[in-house]
């Protein structure tokens, strides 16, 4: 088990590389790094990781950049969801051609009913993956998805499995339900979303 350091508490330093000296000189190992001149570097920086990830000994789905100065850094300070001073860039994952084989449909406890892409087996970053979500109703007509049919399948950042398009059409129409597949309530169409349309009775969407 391998401990690498990213981030020093509770003591007061200029920039975030004398936080890594810091980390050096008391034996931890610090997350590499590389302090940026210009904002013209990131993207060659960016590249440059992308091509040494498949020799690094552990998973990695990108990388973050942050401001330098400490100083800095509390100046421009975070939202509720980010710090306004660091950017993460995500390496794109793999992808490859695989056959989706049924959609299957799962109630959410606010009465969505998301559709699941079930393909063939495919190893993506490490993973076997077999589901994809689809997110929403409009994704299916987006992407023209029918059973049977060739499709590129990735895992964006190396996590999340995502159908990105179809290579060759199937020849069955995917169903899409006229009743919840949990409690068989008629099934409504809003905006681009499947509900069942009594979510307060739906036992899956109650326990959900």
Same mark, same amino acid.
């Given at each position: 088990?391998?401990?690498?350091? &990213?981030?020093?508490? @509770?003591?007061?330093?200029? =920039?975030? %590389?004398?936080? #890594?000296? /810091?980390?050096?000189?008391?034996?931890? $190992?610090?997350?590499?790094?590389?302090?940026?001149?210009?904002?013209?570097?990131?993207?060659?920086?960016?590249?440059?990781?992308?091509?040494?990830?498949?020799?690094?000994?552990?998973?990695?789905?990108?990388?973050?950049?942050?401001?330098?100065?400490?100083?800095?850094?509390?100046?421009?300070?975070?939202?509720?969801?980010?710090?306004?001073?660091?950017?993460? &860039?995500?390496?794109? @994952?793999?992808?490859?051609? =695989?056959? %989706?084989?049924? #959609?299957? /449909?799962?109630?959410?406890?606010?009465? $969505?009913?998301?559709?699941?892409?079930?393909?063939?087996?495919?190893?993506?970053?490490?993973?076997?993956?077999?589901?994809?979500?689809?997110?929403?109703?409009?994704?299916?007509?987006?992407?023209?998805?029918?059973?049977?049919?060739?499709?590129?399948?990735?895992?964006?950042?190396?996590?999340?499995?995502?159908?990105?398009?179809?290579?060759?059409?199937?020849?069955?129409?995917?169903?899409?339900?006229?009743?919840?597949?949990?409690?068989?309530?008629?099934?409504?169409?809003?905006?681009?979303?499947?509900?069942?349309?009594?979510?307060?009775?739906?036992?899956?969407?109650?326990?959900?």
């Amino acid at each position: 088990l391998s401990f690498f350091t &990213y981030d020093v508490l @509770g003591i007061d330093f200029a =920039t975030e %590389l004398d936080k #890594v000296e /810091w980390v050096k000189e008391h034996g931890l $190992a610090p997350v590499e790094t590389r302090l940026l001149s210009s904002v013209e570097e990131v993207q060659a920086s960016f590249e440059s990781w992308e091509r040494r990830r498949v020799d690094l000994d552990f998973e990695t789905d990108g990388v973050v950049y942050k401001v330098n100065d400490v100083g800095q850094q509390r100046r421009m300070g975070a939202t509720a969801h980010h710090p306004r001073y660091a950017i993460a &860039y995500k390496f794109r @994952g793999d992808s490859g051609v =695989t056959t %989706l084989e049924d #959609v299957i /449909w799962s109630v959410s406890r606010s009465g $969505a009913i998301t559709p699941v892409a079930i393909v063939e087996g495919i190893e993506l970053s490490g993973a076997v993956v077999t589901r994809c979500s689809l997110h929403h109703l409009a994704v299916l007509a987006q992407l023209g998805l029918t059973l049977g049919a060739k499709v590129t399948a990735s895992r964006r950042g190396g996590v999340i499995p995502q159908l990105e398009n179809v290579v060759e059409p199937g020849t069955c129409a995917v169903c899409i339900p006229r009743l919840c597949p949990s409690c068989r309530a008629p099934t409504v169409v809003v905006d681009d979303f499947l509900r069942c349309s009594s979510p307060e009775s739906c036992v899956t969407a109650v326990l959900g």
